[in-house]
């Protein structure tokens, strides 16, 4: 396994950017009500914030992730009840069919091309027949001024912080035409779409055919 690029920034994350999310997270469960029993997998499931709000809805929760330090954080925030593995999203250790809900938020966008394409065809392979992959992310705009435009300038701001690998990869994913291309490409139909945050995300709610 690659070097922890999260190692020092695990301990800060749910205060900073946790805080941030939570009305993404809230906003999930309406587009996509969860039922007791159903069974949801959170692919780059960070700290584990997002699984826990699956959790108290009475959900059976997997998470994967490829930081070891963010998912030292996940195990406490989520304890026993969930199922957490360190490894990396294009090769996942699951069996086909085995999931009724696959999540991602905000980490396609950080990817290269060939990963994305990887990491989806693999909760594709994950998803039961019938599930659903939910995809929060960067979306494309317009931006309305001037709130659109304050909000597409911080998360900016924010990308070109995270490196030069990062904002690359970014660019790349918005100049692509961001979720509805890519969901089309790999095969996906777009059964919801919200969009928030004056333009700057979107909420895809993908299902296969």
């Not at 890519?182 to 095969?187: I, P, R, V």
């Amino acid at each position: 396994m690659a070097k922890d690029p999260y190692r020092q920034f695990a301990p800060i994350y749910d205060p900073i950017v946790g805080r941030f999310n939570a009305g993404l997270r809230e906003l999930s469960l309406k587009v996509y009500p969860p039922k007791p029993g159903m069974k949801v997998l959170d692919v780059a499931c960070g700290s584990g914030l997002h699984l826990q709000t699956y959790r108290e809805a009475g959900c059976a929760i997997t998470g994967i992730d490829k930081s070891p330090s963010m998912l030292g954080v996940a195990r406490k925030n989520l304890g026993e009840e969930a199922d957490l593995h360190l490894a990396d999203a294009q090769h996942m250790p699951f069996p086909d069919d085995t999931f009724d809900l696959v999540t991602i938020s905000l980490a396609i966008h950080e990817m290269r091309q060939p990963m994305r394409e990887g990491v989806m065809a693999e909760m594709k392979r994950v998803l039961q027949p019938e599930g659903r992959i939910l995809v929060t992310d960067y979306h494309t705009g317009p931006y309305p001024f001037p709130d659109g435009w304050l909000q597409k300038g911080v998360l900016t701001i924010a990308e070109i912080v995270a490196g030069p690998e990062h904002f690359t990869n970014y660019r790349d994913f918005m100049a692509r035409g961001g979720i509805p291309p890519f969901a089309t490409a790999n095969g996906l139909t777009i059964d919801q779409q919200r969009v928030v945050g004056g333009g700057t995300l979107g909420l895809y709610l993908l299902k296969v055919g």
